[in-house]
């Protein structure tokens, strides 16, 4: 079954282009490179010894994508694509609302016109704000805090809809907690451009000398070492997730029909200051750090109730913060500019 990973040369894309090989699918992979380096199909290939077809192209491009649901008999469509900076998002809000929520609409369009109605839709945990209670379960109010979470929010409202209006949809949304780590063979993983805004990638960016010291942004969190608490999840666990999520509803679930949501994290939170020690172990790298003001918008604490997916398709988080840390590690220090520099 040939299934089209718009965004699949991007971080989560890639490593899901991996697990979906591994299943028996055939990724076909969709970008407009605009966050991507085209040499993660090379990289891909030395992983899985499978080329996987691929067009650069822009989602928000109907003619190109009809061409490559067409020319490919695709039956599914994992949707990866889309602008994640949420600091740029405040200052750019239509750019995210056009590329993660106009082009998605346009997407969704061609998809039925051609009869494409099975999409896997990457959300996040940022459409639950503020959390009202802990762990978050996919219950929880759903709102935002800055354009791109609303970007989120807006897809996911669309997909209800779409589904509730035309039976044959299968719209599944999946709500990454944070994902970090990197495939083991350490040939791909993520590579931000500029200045990292994640937590991980700027701790691994320290520890291979790019980057004097990591800044903690906040130590009086009400939270056991005052620094912000949350769930990462390893880049593969996540992956495999979509596999299984996937496999579960078009096969059994409702003929393969309806809308849901659901929550992919480990139910396990982390601090800051954890996170770096952890990495340190990891690295045998003893990393800088340094107290700095809270930063704005952020909260203090963010864990899954992750048990949604494993009642409904087996699927649970296997890999732990010393596999996050090591492959992390070992990716950083294969290739410390990323796979273009
Ligand atoms: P990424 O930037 O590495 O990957 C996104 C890919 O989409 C890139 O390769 C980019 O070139 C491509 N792209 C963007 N706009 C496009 C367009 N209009 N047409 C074609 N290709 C386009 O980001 P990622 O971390 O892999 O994120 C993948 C998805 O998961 C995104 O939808 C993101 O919002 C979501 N998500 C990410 C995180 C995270 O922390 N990384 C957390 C929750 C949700
Ligand atoms: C984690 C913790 C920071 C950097 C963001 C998005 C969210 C989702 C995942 C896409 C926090 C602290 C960070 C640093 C630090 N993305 N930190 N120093 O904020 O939980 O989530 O990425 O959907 O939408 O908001 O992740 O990695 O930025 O921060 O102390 O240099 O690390 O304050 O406590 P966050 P993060």
Partial sequence: MKVLVTGGMGYIGSHTCIALHQAGYTPVIYDNLSNASVKVIDQ???ITGHHFDYIVADIGDKDALSAAINDHHIQAVFHFAALKAV???TEQPIRYY?????????MIEVMSELNVKKLIFSSSATVYGDPQYLPIDEQHPI???NPYGWSKV???QALNDLAASDGEWLTIALRYFNPVGADKSGLIGESPKGIPNNLMPFIAQTAVGRREHVSVFGDDYDTPDGTGVRDYIHISDLADGHVAAFSHHFNHEQAGTGSYAYNLGTGEGYSVLEMIKAFSVASGVDIPYQLAPRRSGDIACNYA???LAKQGFGWQAKRDINAMTADTWRWQTNYPNGLDE
């Fill in 305 to 307: 109730d992750a048990s």
């Fill in 143 to 145: 709102s935002s805090t």
């Fill in 44 to 46: 891909l290939a030395q």
């Fill in 154 to 156: 807006m897809v996911e």
């Fill in 87 to 89: 600091g740029e998002s």
């Fill in 98 to 106: 056009q590329n993660n929520v106009a082009k998605t609409l346009t």
